[in-house]
């Protein structure tokens, strides 16, 4: 079993729609969990840390579920802009390199 | 905006070839990391260290290797290239005091012929 796994989708959706993306890791001591983007044929840039309370930045929610190992990712009123690859990642501890899933491809069409 | 910095961006060089690849950060992060990711695939660690003179091997298997002599410095040599090299080659960096925010450089294209 991969320790992070992403449906690697694609998720189509139109502008406006709002979208989920589940991750599961199979650590169950995992510390630390974060969500990053990557756009086209560009280096992964941080979205967001997910904490154990659920933590929201404008459009995006993040939610951790340490019963389950799974954190997950809404975003609201999708934009064109929003279309990129979504990586869960996910660390055991600060002397752990990260662990990066292989990603959800989300492509928001107008 | 993150200060690492990845040269050269784009390289297309011939088989048996010795190449190294430069990434530098100004950040004064301890810990820096090379991934390997091809074309739509997931990204590969190949090396990573956490401090000068201190190196360790990532998950997926390479015939690269690093060194870390300066802190802001790890860069990362192949000393026979081989068509199977051909991939995208991120170097990131990272603050040792508890923040995990990885800072990415925009990568090295590396096309081996």
């Known amino acids: 079993r991969k320790e992070v796994e992403q449906d690697p989708g694609p998720f189509n959706v139109p502008e406006g729609a709002t979208v989920a993306f589940n991750c599961t890791y199979s650590?169950?001591?995992?510390?630390?969990f974060f969500w990053y983007r990557q756009d086209c044929r560009k280096e992964p840039k941080l979205l967001m840390s997910?904490?154990?309370s659920g933590n929201e930045d404008g459009r995006f929610t993040a939610q951790l579920n340490r019963a389950s190992q799974y954190i997950s990712l809404l975003i609201r009123d999708s934009k064109l802009s929003d279309s990129a690859t979504y990586l869960c990642?996910?660390?055991?501890?600060?002397?752990?390199?990260?662990?990066f899933g292989k990603g959800t491809r989300l492509s928001v069409i107008a | 905006e993150a200060d690492i910095y990845q040269t050269p961006r784009y390289l297309v060089i011939g088989t048996g070839k010795k190449i190294t690849l430069e990434c530098s950060q100004t950040?004064?992060?301890?810990?820096m990391y090379w991934y390997q990711q091809d074309p739509g695939m997931e990204l590969h660690l190949i090396h990573y260290?956490?401090?000068?003179?201190?190196?360790e091997k990532g998950d997926l298997s390479s015939e690269s290797t690093v060194s870390r002599i300066r802190t802001e410095h790890f860069p990362l040599t192949l000393e026979s290239a081989r068509p199977s090299h051909t991939s995208q080659y991120l170097c990131?960096?990272?603050?040792?005091?508890?923040?995990?925010?990885?800072?990415f450089g925009s990568g090295t294209q590396l096309s081996v012929l």
């Open positions: 990131a960096s990272s603050d040792m005091r508890g923040n995990e925010k990885l800072f």
């Open positions: 997910v904490y154990s």
């Open positions: 990642v996910v660390s055991l501890s600060g002397n752990t390199p990260l662990v």
């Open positions: 950040m004064g992060h301890d810990k």
């Open positions: 650590n169950s001591a995992s510390q630390s």
């Open positions: 260290s956490y401090g000068v003179n201190s190196t």
